[in-house]
């Protein structure tokens, strides 16, 4: 197969292991920067550039759209999709992830657990907003924030009046969500690959820190799930229409709760935390897909 990566940097280690993945299995792997793409949309022959040369005959691509590329980078996958061309994960889902309140919205509509969170335009009801959420402590997080930027704790009513204030003042849109104290600033990475959790890792913040994302010095180590923690990101990774996701869980008094649900999540800290190939994996299952595609003739999934 010929496949492509749409990533910024080929020297990212997702990048790399979905390269050698790839060629360890005898495919033609291409790193593609989505952001030096044109497209040409036309109703004949769509097209995408790159480099001055058009970019014809892939099987598939692997779409790792940087968290603040998500317009033009949607774009470019929907555009290799209406060439015909399979999509590790479709372009429409991985809008729908990028959205934090489009994300738990969906997940809530398929009856997944979550922790109790609130959303407003207008700033003149700001104690009823902090109330929907059980009060302070609460978390208030930035709509499109990423490896843990834009997620705050506010351990009082005042802190967190002030602060929602004042990101509503910047124009940036954020949600309110009960703080899940006993989660311990530990959460629960589910990688999922065509409805199957492929690997899961424990991730725990350090010093003091409710975050445990990697990139805020978490320490990571494998995990095993229980059935309910399996099923659950299953659900959630399928609810969003992600072949691959990584689903994020927190344990609360409730039982687990899902906080996100990743579209491009990371292969550093799961395969070095699982020593799972899950870049193989991911090899594998386009593998299996174009094969079926291409006695079908069309794309199904
Ligand atoms: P990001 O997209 O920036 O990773 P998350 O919503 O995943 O944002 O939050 C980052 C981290 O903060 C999570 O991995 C988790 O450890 C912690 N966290 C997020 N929401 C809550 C919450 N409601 N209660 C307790 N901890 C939380
Ligand atoms: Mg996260």
């Not at 033609?28 to 952001?35: A, F, G, I, P, T």
């Not at 004042?166 to 009960?178: D, G, M, P, S, T």
């Not at 399928?238 to 899902?258: E, H, T």
């Amino acid at each position: 197969m010929r496949i492509a990566i749409l990533s910024e940097d080929a020297s990212l280690y997702s990048t790399k292991r979905l390269i050698e993945a790839g060629k360890e299995r005898g495919h033609e792997m291409y790193v593609v920067n989505y952001l030096s793409c044109y497209m040409n949309i036309v109703t004949q022959k769509p097209s995408v550039v790159y480099q001055g040369q058009l970019l014809e005959n892939f099987d598939a691509i692997i779409p790792r759209i940087g968290a603040s590329r998500t317009f033009y980078g949607t774009a470019v996958v929907r555009q290799f999709e209406i060439m015909g061309v399979f999509s590790a994960n479709e372009s429409q889902s991985i809008a729908r992830s990028r959205d934090k309140l489009r994300c738990l919205q969906i997940l809530a509509r398929e009856g997944v657990r979550l922790p109790v969170t609130g959303f407003a335009h207008a700033t003149t009801d700001v104690d009823g907003l902090i109330e929907i959420v059980g009060g302070a402590p609460l978390v208030i997080k930035l709509l499109e924030g990423t490896q843990g930027i834009g997620v705050v704790l506010a351990e009082t009513h005042q802190a967190a009046k002030s602060v929602i204030e004042a990101f509503r003042k910047l124009n940036a849109n954020i949600l309110v969500q009960e703080f899940i104290e006993e989660a311990g600033g530990a959460d629960t990475r589910c990688f999922v690959i065509a409805n199957k959790v492929v690997a899961s890792m424990k991730r725990q913040s350090v010093d003091g820190e409710f975050r445990s994302n990697l990139h805020r010095g978490g320490k990571s180590e494998k995990i095993k799930l229980t059935p309910e923690e399996r099923d659950i990101a299953v659900r959630s990774a399928r609810a969003m229409g992600l072949r691959i996701a990584g689903v994020d869980i927190i344990s609360s008094n409730r039982g687990p709760v899902v906080i996100e649900v990743n579209s491009s999540p990371g292969l550093e800290g799961i395969e070095k935390a699982t020593e799972i190939d899950v870049a193989g994996k991911i090899i594998e299952f386009l593998a299996q897909h174009t094969t079926f595609d291409k006695k079908r003739g069309r794309i199904q999934y």
